[in-house]
T-cell receptor, first 113, second 115 residues
Framework: AQKVTQAQTEISVVEKEDVTLDCVYE???????LFWYKQPPSGELVFLIR??????QNEISGRYSWNFQKSTSSFNFTITASQVVDSAVYFC??????????FGTGTRLTVIP | DAGVIQSPRHEVTEMGQEVTLRCKPI?????LFWYRQTMMRGLELLIY????????DSGMPEDRFSAKMPNASFSTLKIQPSEPRDSAVYFC?????????????FGSGTRLTVV
């Protein structure tokens, strides 16, 4: 079975704090792709990053960083020095050879000014 | 590219009426997906097409739902007759495996309200 678990339903932080969003995935496929999407209050789904199962390099993009650990089946997302504009629901879907991008329940992040 | 274009952005209809949602994928993308987002069930795949052919429609809730892709630049999702429990945001997404990143580009969604 394929599954993505985002155990944190809601997180609130004060502006400028760092925050990590957790994501754990389950799949029997050896080749898969992991993503993070942001859904701001306006409702659209905005692509943030993609990782494939063969690439365990961590990545940093400005205030955003991602930690992919195959050994623990996790793909966590950290926002450094959070800002109010980071308030959104964040999803970490996964895609396997079946081409279906399957989603977890998302984590709602609220950054308090 | 203008991205994935969905219309209408909002739709309010009465129970029992037919509703048609429209999607124009990104030019050159050979996969098209329809997702539905509700508070109870989150984001769920309804159906997807490859080269205009439906590949997996196992997520379509029931026979009231149908989807077509008559050509590479247009798809519709139809609900007939609509029911209040169909109220949700419906997203269309497109993708191309030829892209190096293999991700999906989503449209802005259609918010459907059935009263």
């Amino acid at each position: 079975a394929q599954k993505v678990t985002q155990a944190q339903t809601e997180i609130s932080v004060v502006e400028k704090e760092d925050v990590t969003l957790d994501c754990v995935y389950e799949t029997r496929d050896t080749t898969y792709y992991l993503f993070w999407y942001k859904q701001p209050p306006s409702g659209e789904l905005v692509f943030l990053i993609r990782r494939n199962s063969f690439d365990e390099q961590n990545e940093i993009s400005g205030r955003y960083s991602w930690n992919f650990q195959k050994s623990t089946s996790s793909f966590n997302f950290t926002i450094t020095a959070s800002q109010v504009v980071d308030s959104a629901v964040y999803f970490c879907p996964a895609r396997t050879g079946a081409n279906n991008l399957f989603f977890g329940t998302g984590t709602r992040l609220t950054v308090i000014p | 590219d203008a991205g994935v274009i969905q219309s209408p952005r909002h739709e309010v209809t009465e129970m029992g009426q037919e509703v048609t949602l429209r999607c124009k994928p990104i030019s050159g993308h050979d996969y098209l997906f329809w997702y539905r987002q509700t508070m109870m069930r989150g984001l769920e795949l309804l159906i997807y097409f490859n080269n205009n052919v439906p590949i997996d429609d196992s997520g379509m809730p029931e026979d009231r739902f149908s989807a077509k892709m008559p050509n590479a630049s247009f798809s519709t999702l139809k609900i007939q007759p609509s029911e209040p429990r169909d109220s949700a945001v419906y997203f269309c997404a497109s993708s191309s495996l030829a892209d190096s990143w293999g991700g999906y580009t989503f449209g802005s969604g259609t918010r459907l309200t059935v009263v």
